[in-house]
């Protein structure tokens, strides 16, 4: 390590200090707009681009907070952007970039970024009350300016280039002569020129054409405190005891599995390949072909089927609605239906308090085919913030999803490299849009009622990352047999305990319940069964796929191209038989907004 890369790791650490120094602040000053501008710039230098871009977005809608004096937050806000700026204007405000400002519900602020901080950088005691009024105004409207150029740069850098361009665009409609601005269109452009395969002279891009999903960091944040550690006897006893109903000829061991590669390699044809510490399920007696491995009920469950006959718990098909029908509505709103008791009771003490006639199930059930998976992602995201709420629980504490490893990198590999010397930057693989990671669980948070300043311990947006990460690879789902979108999905905690191997020795169905069974034949004709002390290996694609297409979808869902047995094996003869593999890099965008047999 050259000292330039120490220098770095000692910088990460001081920016991580100061991360921390900056969100005590916001945890007892949740109203600062200025503290999350500032705490956007400090996730900017830690390259964590999507972090940046969310306390952005915060801290742009509490400027409109400020603004109008009707809105929820306004006195609040109003009050602390005062405290922020009595003593002149917060230095993040002061950056370079303004060459006009323009407010039209107010007078013009012209001269530069200086003119505009000199202008406003006087003693308030010196001001009478609407010249103060008019002064905080300004305020709040040069930090819009800001908030729009740190989410055009930074939806930029994550490959959002569609709502990178919106922002940027709305900034521009303010600050027509904004620099910084300005040079994000001009790169957002060029990158759409790329993406597009359009013309570098073409003078138009087409904002409906852009890509707006991109990739950003999957780790275990630096900060989270949450994630339990899986190899400990604790964690162990823990999983085992909730697998005795439900799997009880099963246990959770320790294992070592292969380590997911980024692209095709030449390590097929090794004897060795790395591997990592992971948990897996094995079987503690012989179980026979057809036999019973697990049988799991979660309420971890999601649907985007708008007014259709599923239970709200688990998202199973409701039987007829027959004089003896076990279906069961809720008592206090309409159209909600459980497919019995059971689920009703469950709902009542797990989630469904949190939404209870808040009309939370109709969001994002209209959406383009393309967003299908995204959205109801999301919609699995929105049942584990209903839990939270409802069981007074942290997210990442909840057992539906706290044991779940969300194939993450570790932070370092994840880094941007300083040194001049250093290798390309990393390969992200965490799916990350706009609509779906900032503003849909926000959009959530509000029609819970829930106050997205306040609450930030519980969904800042790492909360939200972690979750997805831990969701894809693990949620299964069902698709539509008319045109093949998905539109249920789950996720079963104890049956994703069993690891992925494209040479399963189990099957499973889920239709509200999630039932895995021993094959009665192997994938190459092998008789099934499983051993006292084998490992349970499960499948999250479809294994009939070749293995180009099954190590595609791993790297969509999982992060990474999957390294199991017959994968290696299949690759190795395609090699030597002059197929070339690829990396998978031209339909990643395809397999993270599609989905791989049953799996999500």
């Known amino acids: 390590m050259d000292s330039s890369d120490s220098y770095s790791e000692d910088e990460t650490l001081l920016l991580l200090d100061k991360r921390q120094s900056l969100t005590k602040h916001l945890l007892k000053h949740p109203y600062d707009l200025v503290g999350y501008l500032e705490r956007a710039a400090c996730h900017s230098d830690l390259a964590y681009p999507d972090l940046a871009a969310s306390d952005s977005y915060r801290a742009l ?56 901080i000199e202008a406003l950088n006087i003693d308030p005691a010196a001001e009478d009350e609407e010249q103060n009024q008019q002064r905080t105004l300004k305020i709040a409207h040069l930090a819009s300016i800001r908030c729009y150029r740190r989410l055009a740069i930074s939806l930029l850098l994550c490959g959002c280039l569609k709502s990178a361009f919106e922002f940027c665009t709305r900034g521009l409609a303010a600050a027509p002569d904004d620099e910084e601005l300005l040079q994000a269109k001009e790169y957002i452009e060029r990158m759409a020129r790329g993406r597009l395969k359009v013309d570098r002279d073409s003078p138009n891009v087409e904002i409906n054409d852009l890509p707006d999903q991109g990739l950003v960091r999957r780790e275990i944040y630096p900060w989270n405190d949450h994630e339990p550690n899986r190899f400990s006897q604790a964690t162990l006893d823990f999983l085992n005891g909730q697998l005795k109903d439900v799997a009880p000829k099963c246990e959770v061991r320790v294992t070592e599995l292969p380590t997911l590669l980024e692209s095709a390699s030449m390590t097929d044809d090794y004897g060795i390949i790395p591997t990592n510490k992971q948990l897996g399920l094995f079987a503690k007696e012989d179980i026979e072909p057809g036999e019973t491995v697990l049988f799991e009920h979660s309420l971890l469950a999601a649907n985007n089927r708008l007014k259709e006959t599923l239970c709200d718990a688990c998202s199973t098909e409701l039987p007829p609605l027959t004089d003896d029908s076990p279906v069961v509505g809720c008592p206090e709103c309409d159209d909600i239906m459980f497919c019995n008791e059971e689920c009703l009771t469950r709902a009542q003490e797990e989630y469904h308090p949190a939404v209870c006639d808040m009309d939370i199930e109709t969001l994002f059930k209209d959406v383009d085919p393309k967003e299908k998976t995204s959205a109801l992602y999301l919609h699995l995201l929105a049942r584990v913030l209903a839990m939270s709420a409802t069981q007074e629980v942290h997210p990442l504490e909840l057992s539906e999803v706290k044991y779940i490893w969300g194939d993450f990198l570790p932070s370092r590999a994840n880094a941007v490299p300083h040194s001049l010397n250093a290798p390309p930057p990393p390969i992200w693989t965490l799916p990350f849009s706009f609509q779906y990671n900032i503003a849909g669980p926000l959009h959530v948070l509000e029609k819970m009622d829930i106050d997205i300043y306040t609450s930030l311990a519980s969904y800042d947006l790492w909360i939200l990352n972690t979750l997805y990460s831990k969701f894809r690879g693990t949620a299964s789902a069902r698709v539509n047999s008319r045109n093949g979108h998905p539109e249920v999905a789950a996720v079963h905690p104890l049956w994703c305990l069993a690891n992925h191997d494209c040479d399963p020795n189990v099957q499973w169905e889920w239709g509200g319940r999630m039932n895995l069974w021993c094959r009665g034949k192997r994938i190459d004709g092998k008789p099934g069964g499983i051993k006292a002390g084998e490992e349970i290996l499960n499948h999250y694609c479809d294994i009939e796929l070749k293995v180009r297409d099954r190590r595609e979808w791993a790297k969509g869902s999982l992060g990474g191209w999957c390294m199991c047995d017959r994968c290696r094996r299949e690759a190795g003869e395609e090699m030597r038989n002059g197929v070339a593999q690829t990396d998978g890099s031209d339909s990643l965008e395809d397999l993270v907004n599609g989905v791989a047999g049953h799996d999500l």
């Open 61 to 116: 809608l509490l400027c409109d907070e400020c603004a109008n004096e009707g809105f929820e937050y306004h006195d609040q806000t109003w009050e602390t952007l005062q405290l922020r700026s009595k003593d002149g204007i917060p230095a993040v405000l002061q950056m370079p970039g303004t060459n006009q400002v323009k407010n039209s519900s107010s007078t013009d602020l012209a001269g530069g970024v200086e003119g505009v």
